[in-house]
């Protein structure tokens, strides 16, 4: 059992590292590493959230882009109408505050994750997969339309949003709000994956059957756990929005959800840390890549081969197949 | 306790455990189900043979839920169970094994019994507390793995277990739900002679605790443990009595005990 207490000064270590990264990158002179590291910690974040249905309840959403999306769009929202000060529907007053848009696009992604959780969760296989692809492509088509909203265009936000006693405008101060942000997320997912409602969306992915036959209604628990995902990817959503100070349809479009699932699958499914090592080599495969070839996703598409075929189980298998380690 | 195993209660007047009542299902033109009436008296271990394709799988899967019957009733204790959901069935005291083994087969042996101790108890939508430190669970999943033989492979996982221990667990995770109906599909179906044996004996300790509508291949273990015994050929209940009766009965003989019989 020698990872047992290796296990924390890992983790105490990497987050150390991850606090200090700002200050080493702008020592050394590559400052475009802090925000690709914000990128990386946001993405992260939702392919944490898919990989909750996914990996651990075996549900494989093919529209996990809709919640994304819409957790920026509901900062973008609140910023506009809180910059032309006209309150939205004549009711909710725009915000730009960090503190009450963050949960208001967890809100809205939840409803927006129990109204399409409760559809497609009737079905399951590849009509479950279909069925999310089309109903968030719905939601794309919505917005690329909602010309009050930029439709095409998408909504510029002139100003991140703020937070009580922080400089928001400064880079680093994004970077460490979105660390803390992605650390609070970890924790929760943490104790989650080891509850005891874990325990039965770890069941119901390896036989609905069985656990039916000792007494469970599937349903429930699993729109539980799509609606708690949902939340997660508004989050990520939301924290983006405020990175890019800008949201758009791009964000809602299914190949968004597809760049999920591909952060899951080559970070490792079903695992805690799997999706975020699969959010990082992404990210900084995509900005490689990029820089070399516009056919980057040739590349990437060759990668994500070799990772599926060889690895049995993403990066975070290789890592926990090196000596030392389990 | 085996002077009672013997001999069946002669309960005819109290409620039976489960009763079927012309229950009808066909898949297309194929009938699997071709009005059944059937009956299991508290306590009772009632046996159900028939040739392969009978349609007695069939049969468990509408008295669980899983199929919707064309026709007919079920009761259980007297309440109609017709318009209940399988969990709800569970909850109404009905279990089931399964022919071919249904496990997780990620989880250990415990965890298999312990996530349907966890479902009994209904305590399952708690998102903050790590189940893997709960003490209580744990010992009351172990509880039923000592009761069929298990025990030592607690830390094991379902997917290293040999056929003859999955068979066990099928029993021990059914346990865990704290039946009064016990539905068995073929529990002895590919055991070896020995794991039959431990098989019947374990089957024996339960007799009078629970009822049991057990479907079985196995002869040896049909006379051994059944009080009643129904026949089901191509959907049809030919023949229902005790064993001696089913025994001598010339239909079943040249309908099922005669025919040569290839396992499944």
């Known amino acids: 059992m020698a990872h047992s207490y290796m296990r924390p000064v890992l983790l105490i270590a990497l987050l150390v590292a991850l606090i200090a990264l700002p200050s080493v990158a702008q020592a050394s002179g590559y400052n475009a590493v802090t925000s690709l590291a914000t990128r990386v910690l946001i993405y992260g974040i939702a392919a944490a959230s898919l990989n909750f249905v996914l990996g651990y309840g075996g549900m494989v959403s093919f529209g996990h882009a809709a919640f994304f999306g819409i957790g920026g769009y509901v900062v973008g929202i609140l910023y506009q109408h809180f910059a032309l000060e006209e309150p939205l529907l004549g009711l909710i007053p725009g915000t730009n505050q960090m503190l009450i848009t963050l949960p208001a696009a967890l809100l809205v992604s939840g409803i927006l994750a129990a109204a399409i959780g409760a559809l497609s969760l009737r079905t399951g296989g590849v009509q479950f997969i279909m069925i999310t692809l089309a109903l968030a492509q719905m939601l794309f088509f919505l917005f690329v339309s909602l010309k009050t909203y930029g439709g095409d265009d998408g909504l510029i936000i002139r100003r991140t949003n703020e937070l009580p006693g922080l400089n928001m405008r400064d880079k680093h101060t994004i970077y460490y709000v979105c660390l803390a942000v992605t650390v609070a997320f970890f924790a929760l997912l943490y104790r989650l994956v080891h509850s005891r409602f874990a325990q039965i969306l770890v069941g119901l992915r390896q036989s609905e059957r069985r656990m039916a036959a000792i007494g469970l209604s599937p349903y429930r628990y699993k729109l539980v756990a799509f609606i708690i995902s949902g939340m997660g990817c508004g989050l990520a959503g939301a924290l983006m929005a405020n990175f890019l100070r800008y949201a758009s349809p791009d964000m809602l479009h299914w190949t968004k959800s597809g760049e999920f699932m591909v952060m899951v699958i080559l970070g490792g499914v079903g695992t805690l840390f799997g999706p975020f090592i699969g959010a990082a080599v992404f990210i900084v495969l995509e900005s490689l890549l990029a820089s070399w070839t516009e056919h980057w996703q040739l590349g990437l598409g060759l990668i994500l081969l070799l990772v599926v075929l060889y690895t049995q189980g993403g990066v975070q298998a290789v890592f926990s197949r090196l000596p030392g380690r389990r | ?264």
């Open chain 2, 1 to 264: 306790m085996s002077a009672v195993a013997e001999k069946a209660p002669e309960q005819a007047a109290a409620t039976p455990s489960l009763a079927v009542r012309g229950l009808v299902k066909s898949f297309g033109g194929l009938i699997a189900s071709d009005h059944i009436d059937l009956t299991v008296r508290p306590g009772e271990i009632h046996a159900l043979i028939g040739p392969n394709g009978a349609g007695k799988t069939t049969l468990i899967s509408q008295l669980m839920g899983e199929l919707t019957p064309d026709a007919g009733t079920i009761e259980v204790e007297g309440q109609s169970i017709d318009a209940l959901s399988t969990a709800s069935r569970v909850e109404r005291g009905l279990a089931r094994t399964f022919q071919i083994t249904c496990l997780l087969p990620d989880y250990t042996v415990r965890d298999n019994v312990a996530v349907a101790v966890q479902v009994r108890q209904g305590h399952s939508f708690r998102f903050w507390k790590p189940v893997a430190k709960d003490e209580a669970l744990r010992r009351q999943a172990e509880t039923y793995l000592a009761a069929t033989g298990l025990a030592e492979r607690a830390d094991e996982l379902v997917a290293n277990l040999s056929h003859g221990e999955q068979k066990q667990l099928e029993l021990a995770v059914a346990l865990a739900t704290e039946p009064r109906l016990l539905l068995l599909d073929e529990p002895m179906a590919g055991l070896g002679h020995a794991e039959s044996l431990q098989m019947i004996e374990m089957l024996r300790g339960l007799k009078n605790q629970v009822s049991m509508l057990l479907v079985e291949h196995d002869m040896d273990a049909v006379f051994a443990l059944a009080d009643r015994i129904s026949v089901l050929v191509y959907g049809r209940i030919i023949a229902s009595g005790t064993v001696d009766e089913i025994r001598d009965d010339p239909d079943v003989r040249t309908a099922y005990l005669g025919e040569g019989d290839a396992g499944c």
